[in-house]
Protein backbone atom coordinates (compact mmCIF):
# COMPACT_ATOMS: atom_id res chain seq x y z
CA UNK A 1 0.00 0.00 0.00
CA UNK A 2 1.48 3.36 -1.28
CA UNK A 3 0.81 6.84 0.74
CA UNK A 4 -0.68 9.62 -0.55
CA UNK A 5 2.96 11.75 0.60
CA UNK A 6 5.99 10.23 0.79
CA UNK A 7 7.12 9.87 4.43
CA UNK A 8 10.46 10.32 5.96
CA UNK A 9 12.02 8.10 8.03
CA UNK A 10 12.55 9.88 10.96
CA UNK A 11 9.35 11.19 10.98
CA UNK A 12 7.74 7.73 11.47
CA UNK A 13 10.17 6.68 14.47
CA UNK A 14 8.56 9.77 16.07
CA UNK A 15 5.15 9.58 15.44
CA UNK A 16 5.19 5.61 16.30
CA UNK A 17 7.70 5.82 19.38
CA UNK A 18 10.04 3.98 17.63
CA UNK A 19 13.89 3.84 17.62
CA UNK A 20 15.50 5.31 14.45
CA UNK A 21 18.26 2.53 13.86
CA UNK A 22 20.92 5.54 12.65
CA UNK A 23 20.55 9.20 12.28
CA UNK A 24 22.02 9.08 8.62
CA UNK A 25 18.56 7.48 7.71
CA UNK A 26 16.61 10.10 8.86
CA UNK A 27 15.29 11.77 5.34
CA UNK A 28 14.99 8.35 3.60
CA UNK A 29 11.79 8.81 1.77
CA UNK A 30 9.41 6.19 2.79
CA UNK A 31 5.91 5.54 0.30
CA UNK A 32 4.42 2.76 1.57
CA UNK A 33 4.16 -0.54 3.68
CA UNK A 34 4.15 -3.97 2.59
CA UNK A 35 5.01 -7.00 3.98
CA UNK A 36 8.89 -8.49 3.49
CA UNK A 37 7.72 -10.95 1.23
CA UNK A 38 5.97 -8.63 -1.14
CA UNK A 39 7.90 -5.41 -0.93
CA UNK A 40 8.59 -3.04 -3.51
CA UNK A 41 10.72 -0.26 -4.14
CA UNK A 42 10.33 2.29 -0.96
CA UNK A 43 8.35 0.01 0.91
CA UNK A 44 8.70 0.20 5.05
CA UNK A 45 8.04 -3.77 5.84
CA UNK A 46 6.76 -5.34 8.90
CA UNK A 47 9.83 -7.72 9.88
CA UNK A 48 9.24 -9.30 12.82
CA UNK A 49 10.30 -12.92 12.30
CA UNK A 50 14.01 -13.84 12.07
CA UNK A 51 13.34 -15.21 9.11
CA UNK A 52 12.15 -12.19 7.31
CA UNK A 53 14.67 -9.97 9.03
CA UNK A 54 17.46 -12.47 7.16
CA UNK A 55 15.73 -11.38 3.87
CA UNK A 56 15.94 -7.80 4.19
CA UNK A 57 19.15 -7.34 2.25
CA UNK A 58 17.66 -8.94 -0.81
CA UNK A 59 14.42 -7.43 -0.71
CA UNK A 60 13.31 -4.57 -2.29
CA UNK A 61 12.53 -3.08 0.87
CA UNK A 62 13.71 0.28 1.94
CA UNK A 63 13.71 -0.23 5.49
CA UNK A 64 11.93 -2.52 8.36
CA UNK A 65 9.89 -2.14 11.55
CA UNK A 66 12.47 -4.64 13.87
CA UNK A 67 11.96 -5.86 17.60
CA UNK A 68 15.38 -4.41 19.57
CA UNK A 69 17.18 -7.09 19.36
CA UNK A 70 17.18 -8.23 16.14
CA UNK A 71 20.64 -8.36 14.08
CA UNK A 72 19.93 -6.57 10.51
CA UNK A 73 23.46 -4.84 10.61
CA UNK A 74 23.36 -1.56 8.54
CA UNK A 75 19.69 -1.90 6.70
CA UNK A 76 17.53 1.18 7.84
CA UNK A 77 14.98 0.27 10.35
CA UNK A 78 12.70 1.06 13.00
CA UNK A 79 13.11 -0.30 16.35
CA UNK A 80 10.39 -1.00 18.63
CA UNK A 81 9.40 -4.07 21.23
CA UNK A 82 5.86 -4.54 19.13
CA UNK A 83 6.55 -4.53 15.58
CA UNK A 84 3.37 -5.23 14.35
CA UNK A 85 1.59 -2.58 16.78
CA UNK A 86 4.19 -0.23 14.74
CA UNK A 87 2.49 -1.79 11.07
CA UNK A 88 -0.81 -1.45 12.33
CA UNK A 89 -0.61 2.45 13.30
CA UNK A 90 0.84 2.47 9.84
CA UNK A 91 -1.98 0.79 8.21
CA UNK A 92 -4.72 3.02 10.30
CA UNK A 93 -3.96 5.70 7.47
CA UNK A 94 -5.46 3.46 5.07
CA UNK A 95 -9.04 2.39 6.47
CA UNK A 96 -11.30 4.90 4.77
CA UNK A 97 -13.64 7.19 6.36
CA UNK A 98 -17.49 6.04 5.84
CA UNK A 99 -19.72 8.68 4.04
CA UNK A 100 -23.52 9.23 2.74
CA UNK A 101 -22.49 11.10 -0.50
CA UNK A 102 -25.11 9.01 -3.05
CA UNK A 103 -23.58 11.52 -6.13
CA UNK A 104 -20.50 9.32 -5.49
CA UNK A 105 -22.12 6.15 -6.12
CA UNK A 106 -22.48 4.25 -9.80
CA UNK A 107 -25.24 2.29 -9.59
CA UNK A 108 -26.82 0.31 -13.19
CA UNK A 109 -30.63 1.51 -13.90
CA UNK A 110 -31.04 -1.67 -13.44
CA UNK A 111 -30.62 -2.76 -10.45
CA UNK A 112 -32.97 -2.66 -7.90
CA UNK A 113 -32.37 -1.33 -4.50
CA UNK A 114 -35.04 -1.66 -1.42
CA UNK A 115 -35.39 1.73 0.32
CA UNK A 116 -34.25 0.27 3.24
CA UNK A 117 -30.66 -0.95 2.93
CA UNK A 118 -27.90 1.42 3.72
CA UNK A 119 -25.88 2.44 0.66
CA UNK A 120 -22.83 4.44 1.59
CA UNK A 121 -20.36 6.67 -0.53
CA UNK A 122 -18.48 5.64 -3.59
CA UNK A 123 -20.47 2.51 -4.19
CA UNK A 124 -20.47 0.75 -7.43
CA UNK A 125 -23.53 -1.58 -8.38
CA UNK A 126 -23.99 -3.47 -11.48
CA UNK A 127 -27.21 -4.46 -13.64
CA UNK A 128 -29.89 -6.65 -12.23
CA UNK A 129 -28.37 -6.93 -8.91
CA UNK A 130 -30.35 -6.57 -5.85
CA UNK A 131 -29.72 -5.49 -2.57
CA UNK A 132 -32.59 -6.64 0.11
CA UNK A 133 -34.13 -4.58 2.92
CA UNK A 134 -31.70 -4.30 5.93
CA UNK A 135 -28.54 -4.56 3.83
CA UNK A 136 -25.69 -2.52 4.36
CA UNK A 137 -22.89 -1.96 1.51
CA UNK A 138 -20.15 -0.05 2.89
CA UNK A 139 -17.65 3.09 1.43
CA UNK A 140 -16.05 2.15 -1.48
CA UNK A 141 -17.60 -1.49 -2.05
CA UNK A 142 -18.41 -2.57 -5.43
CA UNK A 143 -21.04 -5.49 -6.48
CA UNK A 144 -20.88 -7.00 -10.13
CA UNK A 145 -24.03 -8.03 -12.52
CA UNK A 146 -26.38 -10.25 -11.29
CA UNK A 147 -25.63 -10.68 -7.74
CA UNK A 148 -27.83 -10.37 -4.09
CA UNK A 149 -27.11 -9.59 -0.91
CA UNK A 150 -29.64 -10.44 1.39
CA UNK A 151 -31.93 -9.06 4.17
CA UNK A 152 -29.33 -7.43 7.15
CA UNK A 153 -26.60 -8.74 5.23
CA UNK A 154 -22.96 -6.23 5.54
CA UNK A 155 -20.30 -5.58 2.94
CA UNK A 156 -18.02 -3.50 5.10
CA UNK A 157 -16.10 -0.71 3.40
CA UNK A 158 -13.87 -2.29 0.25
CA UNK A 159 -15.58 -5.23 -0.58
CA UNK A 160 -16.08 -6.88 -4.12
CA UNK A 161 -18.35 -8.78 -5.65
CA UNK A 162 -17.93 -10.62 -9.22
CA UNK A 163 -20.66 -11.70 -11.01
CA UNK A 164 -23.80 -14.07 -9.63
CA UNK A 165 -22.60 -13.88 -6.37
CA UNK A 166 -25.43 -14.64 -3.97
CA UNK A 167 -25.18 -13.56 -0.39
CA UNK A 168 -28.06 -15.03 1.97
CA UNK A 169 -29.35 -13.08 4.86
CA UNK A 170 -27.16 -11.97 7.93
CA UNK A 171 -23.94 -12.70 6.31
CA UNK A 172 -21.01 -10.41 7.46
CA UNK A 173 -17.90 -9.69 4.72
CA UNK A 174 -14.92 -7.09 5.50
CA UNK A 175 -15.21 -7.27 9.50
CA UNK A 176 -11.77 -6.99 10.89
CA UNK A 177 -9.43 -9.80 11.05
CA UNK A 178 -8.76 -11.16 14.60
CA UNK A 179 -5.39 -9.43 15.42
CA UNK A 180 -4.08 -8.12 18.33
CA UNK A 181 -0.21 -7.36 20.20
CA UNK A 182 -0.19 -8.64 23.95
CA UNK A 183 1.73 -6.33 26.03
CA UNK A 184 1.99 -6.39 29.99
CA UNK A 185 -0.31 -4.12 32.13
CA UNK A 186 1.58 -1.15 32.91
CA UNK A 187 2.88 -2.19 37.02
CA UNK A 188 1.26 -5.57 36.04
CA UNK A 189 3.89 -7.78 34.70
CA UNK A 190 2.23 -10.69 35.50
CA UNK A 191 -0.77 -9.80 33.24
CA UNK A 192 -1.27 -8.93 29.61
CA UNK A 193 -3.50 -6.32 27.35
CA UNK A 194 -4.25 -7.46 23.86
CA UNK A 195 -4.00 -4.36 21.47
CA UNK A 196 -6.00 -4.18 18.35
CA UNK A 197 -4.02 -4.03 14.81
CA UNK A 198 -6.20 -2.92 12.39
CA UNK A 199 -6.87 -4.38 9.13
CA UNK A 200 -6.45 -2.39 6.00
CA UNK A 201 -7.04 -5.39 3.62
CA UNK A 202 -10.24 -6.17 1.76
CA UNK A 203 -12.58 -9.18 0.80
CA UNK A 204 -12.42 -10.33 -3.06
CA UNK A 205 -15.80 -12.70 -3.34
CA UNK A 206 -14.96 -14.12 -7.59
CA UNK A 207 -18.07 -15.23 -9.96
CA UNK A 208 -20.79 -17.19 -8.75
CA UNK A 209 -20.28 -17.77 -5.25
CA UNK A 210 -23.04 -18.46 -3.20
CA UNK A 211 -22.43 -18.03 0.65
CA UNK A 212 -24.99 -18.73 3.29
CA UNK A 213 -26.62 -16.97 6.83
CA UNK A 214 -24.61 -15.70 9.25
CA UNK A 215 -21.19 -16.39 7.18
CA UNK A 216 -18.49 -14.21 8.64
CA UNK A 217 -15.18 -13.27 6.24
CA UNK A 218 -12.51 -11.49 7.85
CA UNK A 219 -10.71 -8.88 5.54
CA UNK A 220 -6.91 -9.54 5.14
CA UNK A 221 -4.36 -7.52 7.31
CA UNK A 222 -2.57 -5.53 3.90
CA UNK A 223 -3.70 -8.03 1.13
CA UNK A 224 -7.37 -9.45 0.47
CA UNK A 225 -9.21 -12.37 1.67
CA UNK A 226 -9.76 -14.32 -1.39
CA UNK A 227 -13.18 -16.14 -1.96
CA UNK A 228 -12.62 -17.88 -5.32
CA UNK A 229 -15.00 -18.30 -8.66
CA UNK A 230 -17.76 -21.12 -7.96
CA UNK A 231 -17.36 -21.65 -4.47
CA UNK A 232 -20.46 -22.42 -2.49
CA UNK A 233 -20.55 -21.96 1.58
CA UNK A 234 -23.52 -23.11 4.04
CA UNK A 235 -24.09 -21.28 6.97
CA UNK A 236 -22.34 -20.59 9.78
CA UNK A 237 -19.27 -20.55 8.45
CA UNK A 238 -16.27 -18.52 9.91
CA UNK A 239 -12.79 -17.61 7.04
CA UNK A 240 -10.24 -15.91 8.82
CA UNK A 241 -7.97 -12.58 7.66
CA UNK A 242 -6.06 -13.11 4.79
CA UNK A 243 -7.20 -16.72 3.47
CA UNK A 244 -7.54 -17.47 -0.65
CA UNK A 245 -10.33 -20.15 -0.81
CA UNK A 246 -9.38 -21.87 -4.25
CA UNK A 247 -12.16 -22.35 -7.20
CA UNK A 248 -15.14 -24.59 -6.67
CA UNK A 249 -14.66 -25.39 -3.46
CA UNK A 250 -17.58 -26.61 -0.55
CA UNK A 251 -17.87 -25.45 2.33
CA UNK A 252 -20.27 -26.90 4.97
CA UNK A 253 -21.65 -25.56 8.03
CA UNK A 254 -19.92 -25.13 11.18
CA UNK A 255 -16.38 -24.95 9.50
CA UNK A 256 -13.99 -22.71 10.55
CA UNK A 257 -11.08 -21.52 8.91
CA UNK A 258 -8.21 -19.73 10.95
CA UNK A 259 -6.19 -16.94 9.15
CA UNK A 260 -3.65 -17.45 6.41
CA UNK A 261 -4.84 -20.84 4.93
CA UNK A 262 -5.08 -21.83 1.12
CA UNK A 263 -6.75 -24.21 -0.67
CA UNK A 264 -6.41 -25.34 -3.85
CA UNK A 265 -9.22 -26.45 -6.17
CA UNK A 266 -13.09 -28.27 -5.95
CA UNK A 267 -11.85 -28.96 -2.09
CA UNK A 268 -14.65 -30.05 0.33
CA UNK A 269 -14.57 -29.04 4.08
CA UNK A 270 -17.43 -30.73 5.85
CA UNK A 271 -19.38 -29.77 8.98
CA UNK A 272 -17.17 -28.86 11.48
CA UNK A 273 -14.05 -29.09 10.50
CA UNK A 274 -11.57 -26.55 11.81
CA UNK A 275 -8.46 -25.39 9.68
CA UNK A 276 -5.35 -23.88 11.50
CA UNK A 277 -3.73 -20.65 10.46
CA UNK A 278 -1.27 -20.93 7.52
CA UNK A 279 -2.28 -24.42 6.07
CA UNK A 280 -2.33 -25.65 2.67
CA UNK A 281 -4.77 -27.97 1.39
CA UNK A 282 -4.47 -29.38 -2.07
CA UNK A 283 -6.49 -29.79 -5.30
CA UNK A 284 -9.54 -31.84 -4.25
CA UNK A 285 -8.66 -32.60 -0.54
CA UNK A 286 -11.68 -33.85 1.37
CA UNK A 287 -12.03 -32.64 4.42
CA UNK A 288 -14.20 -35.22 6.78
CA UNK A 289 -16.94 -33.95 9.40
CA UNK A 290 -15.25 -32.59 12.64
CA UNK A 291 -11.34 -32.88 11.48
CA UNK A 292 -8.57 -30.78 12.87
CA UNK A 293 -5.77 -29.84 10.61
CA UNK A 294 -2.66 -28.13 10.46
CA UNK A 295 0.48 -28.09 8.18
CA UNK A 296 -0.05 -29.30 4.96
CA UNK A 297 -2.77 -31.79 3.09
CA UNK A 298 -1.32 -33.17 -0.04
CA UNK A 299 -4.19 -33.18 -3.66
CA UNK A 300 -6.09 -35.79 -3.22
CA UNK A 301 -6.30 -36.45 0.37
CA UNK A 302 -9.21 -37.98 2.70
CA UNK A 303 -9.03 -37.26 6.13
CA UNK A 304 -10.80 -37.49 9.21
CA UNK A 305 -10.40 -37.23 13.19
CA UNK A 306 -7.44 -35.65 15.41
CA UNK A 307 -4.96 -36.24 15.29
CA UNK A 308 -5.87 -36.22 11.37
CA UNK A 309 -5.98 -39.82 9.48
CA UNK A 310 -6.36 -40.82 5.97
CA UNK A 311 -10.07 -42.11 5.70
CA UNK A 312 -8.87 -45.78 5.86
CA UNK A 313 -6.24 -45.50 8.78
CA UNK A 314 -9.09 -43.64 10.81
CA UNK A 315 -11.00 -46.49 10.82
CA UNK A 316 -8.26 -48.96 11.33
CA UNK A 317 -7.15 -46.94 14.52
CA UNK A 318 -10.69 -46.71 16.14
CA UNK A 319 -11.17 -50.38 15.23
CA UNK A 320 -8.34 -51.30 17.08
CA UNK A 321 -9.16 -49.00 19.65
CA UNK A 322 -12.44 -50.35 20.10
CA UNK A 323 -11.17 -53.54 20.47
CA UNK A 324 -8.95 -52.74 23.51
CA UNK A 325 -11.61 -51.10 25.13
CA UNK A 326 -14.49 -54.26 24.91
CA UNK A 327 -11.61 -56.44 25.25
CA UNK A 328 -13.12 -57.90 28.43
CA UNK A 329 -16.48 -58.01 26.87
CA UNK A 330 -15.21 -59.88 23.45
CA UNK A 331 -13.39 -62.72 25.95
CA UNK A 332 -16.58 -63.19 28.20
CA UNK A 333 -18.47 -63.48 24.36
CA UNK A 334 -16.28 -66.31 23.34
CA UNK A 335 -16.60 -68.30 26.27
CA UNK A 336 -20.56 -67.71 26.17
CA UNK A 337 -21.08 -68.60 22.54
CA UNK A 338 -22.09 -71.78 21.55
CA UNK A 339 -20.32 -71.24 17.86
CA UNK A 340 -18.74 -69.15 16.16
CA UNK A 341 -21.11 -67.89 14.44
CA UNK A 342 -22.93 -66.63 17.47
CA UNK A 343 -19.49 -65.04 18.97
CA UNK A 344 -19.14 -62.95 15.61
CA UNK A 345 -23.12 -61.94 16.04
CA UNK A 346 -21.99 -61.11 19.69
CA UNK A 347 -18.77 -59.14 19.16
CA UNK A 348 -20.29 -57.08 15.89
CA UNK A 349 -23.61 -55.90 18.20
CA UNK A 350 -20.61 -54.65 20.59
CA UNK A 351 -19.24 -52.38 17.66
CA UNK A 352 -22.29 -50.79 16.78
CA UNK A 353 -23.23 -47.36 17.85
CA UNK A 354 -25.81 -48.81 19.94
CA UNK A 355 -23.38 -51.18 21.34
CA UNK A 356 -21.23 -48.53 22.53
CA UNK A 357 -22.56 -47.38 25.39
CA UNK A 358 -23.75 -50.34 26.87
CA UNK A 359 -22.57 -51.04 30.29
Known sequence: MKFKQPKQLGDLARTTGSRLGSPAHEDLAITGINTAEAAEEGDLVWAESKEAQSGLFESRAAAAIVPPKAEVGAFPALFHPLPKLVFGMLLAEFIPEETDAPETCEIHP???????????????????????AGAVIGQGCEIGEDCVVGHNSVLHWGTRLGNRVVVHSCTVLGTDGFGYVQKPVEGDPTTWESLKVPHAGIVVVEDDVEIGSNVCIDRGLLQATVIGRGTKIDNLVQIGHNCRIGPHNIVIGQVGFSGSITTGKNVIAAGQAGIADHTHIGDRVVLMAGVKIAGEVPADSKVVGYPPLSRQDFWRYTSSMMDVTLVKKILKAATDSETYEDFKKVVSALKSPAGWFKK
Open 110 to 132: EARIDPRAVIRGEVRIGARSRIL
